[in-house]
């Protein structure tokens, strides 16, 4: 594990290709994604159009899966709880989250890209870490508290295969699918190459 945190105000790459953002529901979205090995340009191009894209879609975090692409990384541009931008890449993303004492959750609101213009209150821990390898297969450390803790959190999930739906009750999942249907209409299926009607994203 890395010693020292990855500098959190690094530019993150540009001149990527917006893509169409899967939804929940194709198989990509709900498998352990593949771990990456090889740290070329094909990978540097990946990321890229992942920043392009998110930045399209005003999110705060996306993962390949969310693109279609079975790699287990994501990028992020997202405050942190004192309103600071944090942004990153991660490869291959290792969680860790206080325990016993130190643990405490933070109840707000979720989103997804992947489930546009939907939002219901997920509780996660307020804190996290994520260990993983940058872009040229570097060691990087990213933590912090919340909505970066948050991000950070949804964003390895997607890397495992979850989505944030798989933990929700029953009762909250079928709110949450409710507004989901709802704003259906306002997001094109090749959104965000198609912008959406409306401005109701998440992460």
Known sequence: MPDVPTDPTATLPTGGTVRPIVRWGEPVMHRKQEPITVFDDELAALVADLVATMYAADGVGLAACQIGVDRS???????????QPQRGIVCN????????????????EEGCLSLPGAFVSCARPSYSRVVGQGVDGEPVDYAGDGLLARCLQHETDHCNGTVFGDRLSKRTRKKLFRAADAAEDDFPPDWPVVPAARSSTGP
């Open 73 to 83: 990384v994501f990028v992020f541009d997202c405050p942190d709880e004192p309103g």
């Open 93 to 108: 993303p290792e969680l860790y989250l206080p325990e016993g004492r130190q643990r405490k959750l933070d109840d707000g």
